[in-house]
């Protein structure tokens, strides 16, 4: 009898101290982790559900390397690079119309990068895309560098920035359009 218990005992420690996680629970939801994470503004080329030809985005990259984005309207999105309403990816609220030297103007003109037309109203409004909805493909290398690789990929933080000043800029569109 003494030996059973003894055994028992025995086994009980090791138990205890090889699987002590398991033995012993640790108090769990006691604190709250911040949630760290880096906000871009950012646009698609592609039309949106309210048949707009391009998106406009809030991009979220996550401490733990997740990827998010928000839909937003034009607005929304002009209204928050101006530094009118707050912004994730404004915090400081500035204006980034000025701080950046970009005509406003110039998100009237984007849908053109990728349309050959206007694809919404019955209106035929030339755009400089060479392909049939899409860029030829020596216009995709020209949107290469601001981290476009297909038609529907998102153009974010400077990248943005360079794309909206390479818009503007008449000799960039001349070139785009002789593609």
Same mark, same amino acid.
């Given at each position: 009898?003494?030996?059973?218990?003894?055994?028992? #005992? #025995?086994?009980?420690?090791?138990?205890?101290?090889?699987?002590?996680?398991?033995?012993?629970?640790?108090?769990?939801?006691?604190?709250?982790?911040?949630? %760290? @994470?880096?906000? %871009?503004?950012?646009?698609?080329?592609?039309?949106?559900?309210?048949?707009?030809?391009?998106?406009?985005?809030? %991009?979220?990259?996550?401490?733990?390397?997740? /990827?998010?984005?928000?839909?937003?309207? /034009?607005?929304?999105?002009?209204?928050?690079?101006?530094?009118?309403?707050?912004?994730?990816?404004?915090?400081?609220? /500035?204006?980034?119309?000025?701080?950046? &030297?970009?005509?406003?103007?110039?998100?009237?003109?984007?849908? &053109?990068? +990728?349309?050959?037309?206007?694809?919404?109203? =019955?209106? &035929?409004?030339?755009?400089?895309?060479?392909?049939?909805?899409?860029?030829? &493909? @020596?216009?995709? /290398?020209?949107?290469?560098?601001?981290?476009?690789?297909?038609?529907?990929?998102?153009?974010?933080?400077?990248?943005?920035?360079?794309?909206?000043?390479?818009?503007?800029?008449?000799?960039?569109?001349? +070139?785009? =359009?002789?593609?």
């Amino acid at each position: 009898m003494i030996r059973k218990t003894v055994l028992f #005992i #025995i086994l009980f420690f090791c138990v205890l101290v090889s699987n002590s996680q398991v033995i012993i629970p640790k108090e769990r939801g006691s604190h709250e982790e911040p949630v %760290y @994470a880096k906000h %871009y503004f950012g646009i698609r080329l592609v039309p949106t559900a309210q048949s707009k030809a391009v998106t406009y985005i809030i %991009y979220s990259f996550f401490y733990d390397s997740t /990827k998010n984005y928000q839909v937003i309207t /034009k607005h929304e999105f002009m209204s928050q690079f101006s530094g009118g309403i707050d912004s994730k990816a404004n915090p400081e609220g /500035k204006n980034l119309f000025n701080e950046y &030297k970009i005509d406003p103007r110039v998100f009237e003109h984007l849908w &053109k990068v +990728r349309y050959p037309e206007y694809p919404f109203g =019955k209106d &035929k409004i030339p755009g400089w895309a060479g392909g049939n909805f899409i860029p030829s &493909k @020596a216009q995709m /290398k020209m949107l290469k560098p601001f981290g476009v690789n297909h038609p529907a990929d998102m153009i974010y933080g400077d990248s943005l920035i360079s794309f909206l000043r390479s818009v503007s800029d008449a000799g960039w569109v001349n +070139r785009y =359009k002789a593609q």
